[in-house]
């Protein structure tokens, strides 16, 4: 699931290239189940050349009972201690 969301990803953002700012960085956090492999990614330099302004996770809750298209956003503190919130609008089905 998380190559798929990955590569969806990609997709989208390379067909909307020319509308987007700045550079973009995909990637995949190892050790991210047990909130150990971000500290050794930023000690490496991800967030380094070109230096990164913000970032976006998502996560696979796989076998939990959620209807298809489900967001769930934890509590400040909950897995994402530094987070920013925002609001997501969808219009449209397709």
């Not at 995949?28 to 909130?35: D, G, L, M, R």
């Not at 967030?47 to 934890?74: N, R």
Request: net charge negative; no cysteine; proline share 4%.
């Amino acid at each position: 699931m998380h190559t798929a969301m990955l590569l969806g990803a990609a997709k989208l953002l390379k067909k909307h290239e020319d509308e987007i700012q700045g550079t973009v960085k995909l990637m995949f956090q190892p050790a991210e189940e047990i909130f150990e492999g971000s500290q050794d990614m930023i000690e490496n330099g991800l967030l380094k050349a070109p230096k990164v302004d913000a970032a976006f996770m998502i996560h696979v809750m796989a076998g939990m009972p959620f209807q298809a298209g489900t967001i769930i956003v934890s509590a400040a503190g909950v897995g994402a201690p530094a987070v920013d919130y925002f609001e997501f609008k969808v219009q449209g089905t397709g």
